[in-house]
């Protein structure tokens, strides 16, 4: 994915990327229907034959832009740059629109990976995902992340195949 290919070293491998889950934007979709709605109402009640009625039309216009942009746009934006990726040695984690802020854990370092799954996110198949490290910084709190599960088990896997590439015994000479 071209998304997460600028992250990795000359070295990696990438194993899994994917961004927070659709239903994230669920409720902004909800309010962009309803500043469309209200907005359509306000057009078809204002008096556009009067002076005054052309000016409210065009504020109503530009307040539901705005509004659009505030109500959707710009959660869109954060969901789309929020972006989770594992590779074969790190857990990386980026997000910001303008900023952009991130967080790389090594695999080595990881100790415990846990996620919490409420009924309504099983139903919908993501989760919670909790990655404590062997690091004095706190752990890393992935939210709505797409299978949490089988997301868990490929950590883990990757973290089992990076401590034997670590702890490999030398090889003796014939």
């Known amino acids: 994915m071209p998304i997460a290919d600028r992250y990795l070293a000359d070295d990696e491998e990438l194993v899994y990327v994917t961004r927070q889950h659709w239903t994230l934007l669920v409720g902004e979709f909800i309010a962009l229907l309803l500043v469309a709605g209200i907005a359509a109402v306000a057009v078809w009640l204002l008096p556009t034959e ?5 000016w409210a039309l065009y504020a109503v216009i530009g ?6 942009l505030a109500f959707w746009l710009v959660p869109l934006l954060k969901w789309w740059s929020t972006v989770y990726i594992l590779t074969n040695r790190r857990l990386l984690y980026r997000h910001g629109i303008l900023a952009r802020h991130g967080r790389d854990m090594p695999l080595t370092r ?38 949490v599960e089988w997301l868990q088990s490929q950590i883990y896997r990757q973290v089992d195949e990076e401590q034997r590439r670590h702890h490999r015994p030398p090889t003796q000479a014939p």
């Open 50 to 54: 009067e002076q005054w009625g052309q």
């Open 63 to 68: 307040l539901a832009v705005v509004a659009a």
């Open 110 to 147: 990881i100790n415990d990976v846990s996620f919490s799954i409420s009924l309504w996110e099983r139903i919908m198949r993501y989760g919670t995902l909790s990655v404590q490290s062997a690091s004095e910084q706190e752990g890393l709190l992935l939210t709505k992340v797409p299978r």
